[in-house]
T-cell receptor, first 113, second 111 residues
């Protein structure tokens, strides 16, 4: 298994541009998550999904959108990039059981100038 | 909302020393997790705890699920250079779909 994969690894955007961060997992996990990590800080939940077709807001959803058309994929969309969205973005997934843990992807480092 | 207080925020130690860090919560959790994040990488799970009072080891790492279910501890014995990184605690309540993360403890080791 490749686990959780994210693309791209790095990206620089200009203010107002849009982009999609890709996340794919091959573990057939029901739950998927998007976090952002600002420099020197912990993880903040942006959006999550408990299964295909179901998404919900996390702690910091403003400026982002998600979709979950398949079990494997959970893309994160930035429509109008702002400097405040400069961060490292992590995708994670887990099975549905309460004792199952989240597995993280390697991250996407995004800079908005 | 739920919050986790993780301490210390940073540690500067000598190689070979033991390390202790902890996480406390105002809420009860049913699961405690400890992750490590290396520079430029995503967090990697170190230890998972599922029962109050549980003590679990993973090599030189030992973690405990507090009896009150509101805290957890992570100890690293005989630290080595590859232990450098950021350690995060995370908690989950029964039936919850999300984890609550601590702010992280940044460990720096002087050779």
């Amino acid at each position: 298994n490749a686990g959780v994969t994210q693309t791209p690894k790095f990206r620089i955007l200009k203010i107002g541009q849009s982009m999609t961060l890709q996340c794919t997992q091959d573990m057939n996990h029901n739950y998927m998550y998007w976090y952002r990590q600002d420099p020197g800080m912990g993880l903040k939940l942006i959006y999550y999904s408990v299964g295909a077709g179901i998404t919900d807001k996390g702690e910091v959803p403003n400026g982002y959108n998600v979709s979950r058309s398949t079990t494997e994929d959970f893309p994160l969309r930035l429509e109008l990039a702002a400097p405040s969205q400069t961060s490292v973005y992590f995708c994670a997934s887990r099975e549905a059981g309460t004792t199952d843990t989240q597995y993280f992807g390697p991250g996407t480092r995004l800079t908005v100038l | 909302g739920q919050q986790l207080n993780q301490s210390p925020q940073s540690m500067f130690i000598q190689e070979g020393e033991d390390v202790s860090m902890n996480c406390t919560s105002s809420s009860i959790f049913n699961t405690w997790l400890w992750y490590k994040q290396d520079p430029g990488e995503g967090p990697v799970l170190l230890i998972a705890l599922y029962k109050a009072g549980e003590l679990t080891s993973n090599g030189r790492l030992t973690a405990q699920f507090g009896i009150t279910r509101k805290d957890s501890f992570l100890n690293i014995s005989a630290s080595i250079p590859s232990d450098v990184g950021i350690y995060f605690c995370a908690g989950q309540t029964q039936g919850a779909q999300k984890l609550v993360f601590g702010q992280g403890t940044r460990l720096t080791i002087n050779p």
